[in-house]
């Protein structure tokens, strides 16, 4: 089963177009994922903190972009956070294991976005960073990290 076709409900889905320029932003906060999308792909854009997961009990990132690529789709899952980058590692692999390793999600590759607000020191690894590496690298993705915005192609 594909990630678009698992989780299809309105009342989480942010926006659902070809738009040129995906964003993902925090009310009143300048943290920032910024998707080109230079190929006009379908992308899809979800609220997972209060959307596809409303418990206030589980750990879960903030949004998850799923870009169409015909035969398997990009995932993203996106943490806009403070200064805690070992909670956000925690979110997003929670929110992996929940949304896409459990329900046997297949066809996708899948990539974390942690953008913080204040720098951290890159020296110093969290314990949870190579674990959920291992996890992304498994799912033909990668972990990227950036301080108040990041931009990529999608």
């Known amino acids: 089963m594909r990630f678009k076709d698992r989780y299809c409900d309105e009342s989480y889905i942010v926006s659902d177009d070809e738009r040129p320029i995906v964003s993902v932003k925090d009310s009143g906060s300048s943290r920032q994922w910024i998707g080109l999308n230079q190929n006009k792909k379908n992308v899809v854009k979800y609220r997972v903190d209060g959307g ?28 806009l956070k403070g200064c805690d980058y070992k909670h956000a590692l925690d979110q997003i692999s929670s929110t992996l294991d929940k949304l896409i390793i459990s329900p046997g999600i297949a066809d996708c590759s899948v990539n974390g976005r942690v953008v913080l607000s204040r720098g951290r020191n890159p020296k110093i690894r969290c314990s949870t960073e190579p674990q959920l590496i291992k996890k992304l690298m498994l799912l033909k993705g990668n972990l990227e990290s950036k301080t108040n915005k990041l931009q990529e192609n999608i």
Request: net charge negative.
């Open 52 to 79: 596809i997961v409303t418990s206030k009990e589980e750990s879960k990132c903030d949004y998850a972009v799923c870009v169409d690529n015909i035969t398997s789709d990009t995932i993203y899952l996106i943490e």
